[in-house]
Every structure is written in structure tokens, then in C-alpha cells.
């Protein structure tokens, strides 16, 4: 009987405790006043906003970011201590003065940009310099010159030329002679160059100019 008792004493002990405390922490939050944070914020010149700005209030769980202009607003507490903080700028913060008259405050702030010089660091190749000098002495270099020339033959240059894509150029009289054909079928037939008397004619006055034994 007696562990029972004790147990629930110790119980009814704690849960006093328990909200006491809860008691004493509502009457400090109705006793500060609540103020409306709001501002911009801006790089170092003051010539762009600086948007996605961490804002918060640590160990109380309130906090916003800057919006795609630099502005932000959020409701703090008399005596907060509000931090600023964004990747690459200097952290800033700002306390919020006790007793004030007024229920806002407005910011521009303006972040600076946290520049860390890192050690210098040289990447070997090889452990020592020794090794690296070996590897080098025993080095087949390719003479540039004939890759060059290999890139440059008339085989391997009509292979690019096969394997290359149309230009716009190309592209575009392509398009040019679909068009032409298009209209061609739509408003008349398409001429037979067998059937054009004046094709036969300038064929017969060749002939008889001699032209095709000049080019034999």
C-alpha cells in the first residue's frame, strides 16, 4: 500500500511543478508586448535585395524568409533577440527593445558578404618529385603534327562531311524547294522536261554547235 501512495504522491508532486512553470511562462509572454518585425534587405551597395534570408527568433521557434523583393514581417516579443543569416553573408542580429511605445518596427538592413580565404593546397600527381620526373622521361609523345595531318586527309574530312548535319543554310533551301513543289502540285501539273519543246530545241542547236565533241 505504501508504494501506491508514494507513487501517486510523487506524481501529484511533479504535474504541480509541471504547471507552475506553465503558469510563469503565459504570465512573462502576456506581460511582453507583441511587435510586428518587418523590413527589407539588402546586399552591402545597396543596390539589390537579397531574397530567402534565414529570419528567426532562436530556441522559440519563430521565424520567415525574405521574400523574391528582400521583404519580410513577423510577429516577435519585446526583448527578442531575431538573427539574419543567408549562405556567404555575415550573420546580423537585431534585439527588439523592452517597453516601446509602438506595436511595430521597420528594417532596412543591409548584409555583408563573409569572405573566407582557404589554405593553399598543391595536388601532386606522384608521391615524390622524383617519380614524377621518371613518368615524364618515359613518356611516348605523339608528334602533333601528324595528328593533324590524319585529321586533315580527304578520307577522314569526307567522313565528317557524311556524318555532319544540315546548316541553316541547307535547311532552309530544303524548305524552299518542298514549298515550291507544294504549290506546283496544288496549282498545276509538273513539267516533263522531255515533253518542254524548248528543252529539245536548245538540245538540237548543242548538237549541232558541236558542243558535246568540244567537252569529248
Do not use: H
Not at 71 to 89: A, H, N, Q, R, W
Not at 139 to 154: G, T, W
Not at 159 to 184: D, L
Not at 190 to 205: H, S
Request: hydrophobic share 40%; net charge neutral.
Amino acid at each position: 500500500m505504501k508504494k501506491p501512495l508514494l507513487l501517486s504522491a510523487t506524481f501529484v508532486f511533479l504535474m504541480g511543478i509541471f504547471f507552475s512553470s506553465l503558469e510563469v511562462n503565459a504570465q512573462d509572454v502576456q506581460e511582453k508586448k507583441v511587435i510586428q518585425l518587418s523590413g527589407i534587405i539588402l546586399n552591402a551597395d545597396s543596390t539589390d535585395a537579397v531574397a530567402g534570408v534565414n529570419i528567426y527568433v532562436p530556441k522559440k521557434g519563430r521565424g520567415t524568409s525574405s521574400g523574391r523583393f528582400g521583404y519580410f514581417s513577423m510577429p516577435v516579443l519585446e526583448g527578442d533577440s531575431v538573427i539574419f543569416s543567408f549562405i556567404g553573408l555575415k550573420k546580423q542580429t537585431f534585439k527588439i527593445p523592452d517597453n516601446m511605445k509602438d506595436d511595430r518596427i521597420s528594417l532596412i538592413l543591409t548584409m555583408q558578404v563573409d569572405e573566407i580565404a582557404l589554405a593553399e593546397i598543391e595536388v601532386m600527381p606522384y608521391p615524390t618529385e622524383e617519380e614524377f620526373k621518371q613518368a615524364v622521361i618515359a613518356l611516348n609523345m605523339v608528334d602533333p603534327l601528324s595528328i593533324s595531318r590524319a585529321n586533315m586527309s580527304p578520307e577522314m574530312l569526307l567522313r565528317w562531311a557524311e556524318s555532319m548535319p544540315a546548316s541553316g543554310n541547307e535547311n532552309f533551301r530544303y524548305f524552299q524547294q518542298g514549298q515550291a513543289i507544294q504549290n506546283q502540285d496544288l496549282y498545276g501539273p509538273r513539267t516533263l522536261r522531255l515533253l518542254d519543246p524548248f528543252a529539245w530545241g536548245q538540245f538540237i542547236r548543242s548538237i549541232k554547235r558541236g558542243d558535246l565533241k568540244k567537252q569529248d
